[in-house]
T-cell receptor, first 115, second 110 residues
Framework: GAGVSQSPSNKVTEKGKDVELRCDPISGHTALYWYRQRLGQGLEFLIY????????KSGLPSDRFSAERTGESVSTLTIQRTQQEDSAVYLCASSSRWGKDQPQHFGDGTRLSIL | GQQVMQIPQYQHVQEGEDFTTYCNSSTTLSNIQWYKQRPGGHPVFLIQ?????EVKKQKRLTFQFGEAKKNSSLHITATQTTDVGTYFCAGPHTGNQFYFGTGTSLTVIP
């Protein structure tokens, strides 16, 4: 596929459960971002991966949130003990290389609903 | 901390009218990017501005970067229903973060 792929597209779960969201970046893209977008709001930076460097986790809102990425491939965002305030669309974006002048290519997102 | 604000938050226009959204940063930016998000869709990169005072055009869209590199604007001439969506500016922060603006949601009334 040519674009960023995210799964699942929708996830409904009960409060307190753990969820795992997946992002498959564009092949060859070394930089990967996770964002959270609440309904009608802007994008909130969560975490950034660049190649094999240590990730920038400065945007993670709490220790319930974690993310992993193996090399330059798939990334997973895990939310433990979900709360209703975690309900949002989680967007993943990749760019071709590190650099603040690189356009970001977004996936369609995972819409997470916590009951 | 750094903030990127956009105004207006919402804008309704009649088809054929012009539209402008403004983006203001509390700090100087090395560059600024603009994205468009259609309803139910994901943000799509439109353009990047790098130089002070830079102006770029894409058909009916005109993008400007302020002289002080702290503000930017997007102007759409003669809006069409295909212009509907939310327009975000985004500026790089220290480290690896990008701060996205609060967005301007454009509705075009046929």
């Amino acid at each position: 596929g040519a674009g960023v792929s995210q799964s699942p597209s929708n996830k409904v779960t009960e409060k307190g459960k753990d969820v795992e969201l997946r992002c498959d970046p564009i092949s060859g893209h070394t930089a990967l971002y996770w964002y959270r977008q609440r309904l009608g709001q802007g994008l909130e930076f969560l975490i950034y991966f660049q190649g094999n460097s240590a990730p920038d986790k400065s945007g993670l809102p709490s220790d319930r949130f974690s993310a992993e990425r193996t090399g330059e491939s798939v990334s997973t965002l895990t939310i433990q003990r979900t709360q209703q305030e975690d309900s949002a669309v989680y967007l993943c974006a990749s760019s071709s290389r590190w650099g603040k002048d690189q356009p970001q290519h977004f996936g369609d997102g995972t819409r997470l609903s916590i009951l | 901390g750094q903030q990127v604000m956009q105004i207006p938050q919402y804008q309704h226009v009649q088809e054929g009218e012009d539209f402008t959204t403004y983006c203001n940063s509390s700090t100087t930016l090395s560059n600024i990017q603009w994205y468009k998000q259609r309803p139910g869709g994901h943000p799509v990169f439109l353009i990047q501005l790098v130089k002070s005072g830079e102006v770029k055009k894409q058909k009916r869209l005109t993008f400007q970067f302020g002289e002080a590199k702290k503000n930017s604007s997007l102007h759409i001439t003669a809006t069409q229903t295909t212009d509907v969506g939310t327009y975000f500016c985004a500026g790089p922060h220290t480290g690896n973060q990008f701060y996205f603006g609060t967005g301007t949601s454009l509705t075009v009334i046929p």
